[in-house]
């Protein structure tokens, strides 16, 4: 049986539980919208290490352990850990799991990894290549900054454009089996690399603006449905300016969207209070608002169904200095509240 809706839709034959969620937040995050909703709060972002980026490494490791324990397993009942981050060659995710003894898959969609994540999971499982698979996704402003940007320390103006790397890591773990109230994934959205020119790199969400415009039009032309279909639909980490250009891009192709889209970029900082400008990015943006609120709303059964849709902009410093334009990406997964209807 093909499982193939469409050239972007796949429809998994049996639903995939998500039955925990762990999150692991920096401090500023945890002085945002989503206080108190977070597993772990740092005190300061450096967590005790020597570097930004051990600490991000470390967020890695100790979210994935959190996730792992509160599904009521061990390690070695996991079959793989899929994770990424946005540092070079997925470096946070392969030395935070590198003692963790289970099989890893490295991944990079920028900060569409944890739908990148998630996808991939539900599809091996329900492809009947793994039972339980540990998913997430991380970044760090500080490592992002001097990566992509400057170091901190020469206190660069940032544009209105601009959005605040998050600080966190976010995991779930997906199983074969779950009990009657977890939500389950029953379809998985996979986007294409679009490039419409634009090579501000202060100005993100106008560059993945067009990735989630088109996958959210593919979906609703493939499955026949309309965004109404949704209680939720919450793309990455566009922010305010990308959300809105999404919802024009949208419109502009005969497919009106309403009250019920945000953006996890949004949802994570409170704009006038933490002057985060345009909202919330990096990986660790969709991954931390889905493990901290979304995932609690559909366990409780506040969101019937939902299209969590992670976006990612997929450049690096070298093509960027070479006046490359800025490809983006976008990825979804379609999830269900349980709410004892199995």
Not at 101 to 108: D, H, K
Not at 139 to 144: I, M, T, W
Not at 311 to 317: D, R
Request: net charge negative.
């Amino acid at each position: 049986m093909c499982k193939r809706l469409g050239r972007h839709t796949v429809k998994l034959e049996k639903p995939v539980y998500i039955t925990a969620a762990a999150s692991t937040a920096g401090k500023k995050e945890g002085e945002g919208p989503l206080a108190g909703m977070f597993d772990i709060v740092l005190d300061d972002d450096l967590w005790g290490e020597q570097s930004w980026e051990k600490a991000e490494s470390k967020l890695v490791r100790e979210t994935f352990s959190l996730v792992i324990k509160k599904a009521g397993k061990e390690p070695r009942d996991i079959d793989l850990c899929v994770s990424g981050d946005l540092l070079d060659q997925v470096s946070a995710s392969t030395f935070g799991l590198r003692d963790i003894g289970v099989p890893y898959l490295g991944i990079y969609g920028a900060c569409s990894t944890m739908g990148e994540a998630m996808g991939l999971a539900s599809m091996l499982i329900d492809g009947g290549f793994a039972e339980n698979i540990a998913a997430g996704a991380s970044s760090h402003f500080c490592a992002a900054e001097k990566q992509y940007r400057a170091p901190l320390g020469m206190g660069n103006q940032r544009p209105p454009t601009t959005t605040w790397t998050v600080t966190g890591d976010g995991a779930v773990m997906l199983s074969k089996n779950g009990k009657k109230d977890d939500p389950v994934i029953t379809e998985v959205l996979t986007g294409e690399i679009t490039d419409l020119g634009v090579k501000d790199t202060n100005n993100m969400g106008a560059a993945m603006a067009p990735a989630a415009a088109e996958l959210m039009k593919a979906y609703f032309d493939e499955t026949g449905r309309d965004p109404d279909y949704f209680d939720l639909i919450a793309t990455g980490d566009l922010g305010y300016v990308g959300r809105r250009l999404a919802a024009e891009l949208l419109e502009k192709g005969g497919c009106k969207i309403g009250e019920n889209y945000t953006d996890c970029g949004i949802e994570i900082f409170d704009r006038d209070s933490q002057d985060t400008h345009c909202g919330g990015s990096g990986c660790a943006c969709s991954a931390l608002v889905f493990t901290a609120k979304f995932y609690r709303m559909l366990k409780r059964g506040e969101i019937k169904r939902m299209l969590f849709m992670p976006t990612g902009a997929l450049l690096s410093t070298t093509t960027s200095q070479q006046g490359e334009s800025i490809p983006s990406i976008a990825h979804g997964i379609v999830i269900e509240s349980g709410c004892g209807k199995r």
